[in-house]
């Protein structure tokens, strides 16, 4: 009887725990719900975070006026081209506007699609075309109409999954002015980027054209702002002096000058044309002197001065002398371009 009694109990004991289990086996199956329950709020998240980064058009569209405010001596588009519109990119520049905005035309010809830009101020060996892609072929040609039928120029192709680009870059260094011409098609076979960006050449964009040209012959400038001669790149010994075109009246002139691998100066300034000693003169000069650390990373910028005075003189064979009224650091030279 006590036997009984205790198997009876056993077995009461053994189906209380098996009961009580199977309810914890139960209840276990909600934690495995409440784990996977933040799967939506980590989605959710994730699209916050996707439209939080999304980047916005550094593009604006603008008129042909604004374009050519943007831009000297701009292209136009070719006769017969649908012009789809204009646009504008800002960029970092200095103080004086250097770089200027990176200026954008799109058009349509002959079932081919077009992007031409021009950027003022652009370092020469910028590529503004946009077309990070392999080429299958580069030529190197030379441009009609632009720089009076002397303009070198490059012409690029490439052909990936059926589709062609050709793009055709050149450099304007009378002015500081870097080209652009972009074609896309499935297939451009015989076609002739070379040509189209020659037709866009527009002389109504020159500086001072449509000038009276007696008035222009009186002042002595034959129709062409006399400044234009000074325009480009020159160097002599450590250092070189660019000249740049800053408004219609004005030329921006910098110069570097190395005296060791650790330092150099650098001097920026703005000048009018002087026609009796045919020179371009300043009065507002600036010149730092910089220090360099072993990676050539500036570790001092000393500001010298900021009214320096002096003068940028061309001469009859094409080369400019810099007279600098504070130092005096390239009075003997002949700078070449």
Known sequence: MKKNCIAGMLGTVMMMGMVMTGCANKQAAPAASTESAPA???????????????????????????????????????????????????????????????????????????????????????????????????????????????????????????????????????????????????????????????????????????????????????????????????YAGRGNLSVSMDTDDTALIQVWWGSSASEHSEWVMHGTYNESTNSIDYTDCEKHEYTLDENGEVVSDVVAYTDGTGSVILNDDGSITWIDDQEHIADDLKMTY
């Not at 042909?64 to 204009?86: I, Q, S, T």
């Not at 004086?96 to 652009?122: C, H, K, S, W």
């Not at 503004?128 to 392999?134: A, K, P, R």
């Open 40 to 234: 939506p709020v980590q989605t959710e998240s994730k699209v916050e975070t996707e439209e939080t980064v999304e980047i916005a058009n550094p593009w604006r569209e603008c008129t042909e006026e604004e374009a050519h405010e943007a831009c000297m001596r701009l292209f136009k588009a070719p006769d017969g081209a649908v012009v789809n519109g204009w646009s504008l990119m800002e960029v970092e520049s200095d103080e004086n506007g250097v770089p200027g905005p990176l200026v954008q035309l799109d058009f349509r010809m002959d079932g081919i699609d077009f992007t031409a830009r021009a950027e003022y101020g652009a370092d020469p060996d910028e590529d503004i075309s946009g077309e990070y892609v392999t080429f299958d072929s580069e030529e190197d040609v030379t441009l009609a109409n632009w720089g009076e039928g002397n303009m070198p120029a490059t012409v690029y192709r490439c052909i990936e999954d059926g589709w062609t680009i050709d793009v055709c870059t050149w450099y304007d260094y009378e002015i500081g002015i870097a080209y652009a011409l972009i074609a896309e098609a499935e297939d451009l076979d015989g076609f002739d980027i070379q040509a189209v960006a020659e037709q866009m050449y527009d002389p109504s964009s020159e500086p001072y054209t449509g000038e009276d040209e007696e008035e222009a012959e009186a002042a002595g400038v034959n129709g062409q702002n006399p400044m234009i001669n000074f325009v480009g790149q020159y």
